[in-house]
């Protein structure tokens, strides 16, 4: 079995900041990609940012610049760190793993409120 447990919403007014955790647990001898989606009411799911465990990122557009995502492969942990919030960042953010032969696995989501 794995666990995937998000951690690190909240509200907050538009321009600051949170960071997002992501702990991934069980059964594991590799982590593979990680990555953040979010979902907003009435949108489909979508990439914010991903990592791969030799580090290397992409983001989508609308977070470019405002995002770092980074990882512990050590510790199977990876953090969002998200700056100058937008209101249009709120959703519900999911943690993604990818691991061991290619099987992915979901977090629980946390809730990102972006308002004054």
């Known amino acids: 079995q794995v666990q995937v447990v998000e951690s690190g919403g909240g509200l907050v007014q538009p321009g600051g900041s949170l960071r997002l955790s992501c702990a991934a647990s069980?059964?594991?001898?590799?982590?593979?990609?990680m990555g953040w989606y979010r979902q907003a009411p009435g949108k489909q799911r979508e990439l914010v940012a991903a990592?791969?465990?030799?580090?290397?990122?992409n983001y989508a557009d609308s977070v470019k610049g405002r995002c770092t995502i980074s990882r512990d492969n050590a510790k199977n942990t990876m953090h969002l760190q998200m700056n100058s919030l937008k209101p249009e960042d709120t959703a519900v953010y999911y943690c993604?793993?990818?691991?061991?032969?290619?099987?992915?696995?979901w977090g629980q989501g946390t809730q990102v409120t972006v308002s004054s």
């Open positions: 069980g059964r594991i001898f590799r982590v593979n990609v």
């Open positions: 990592i791969t465990n030799g580090g290397q990122t």
């Open positions: 993604n793993v990818n691991i061991n032969f290619g099987r992915d696995y």
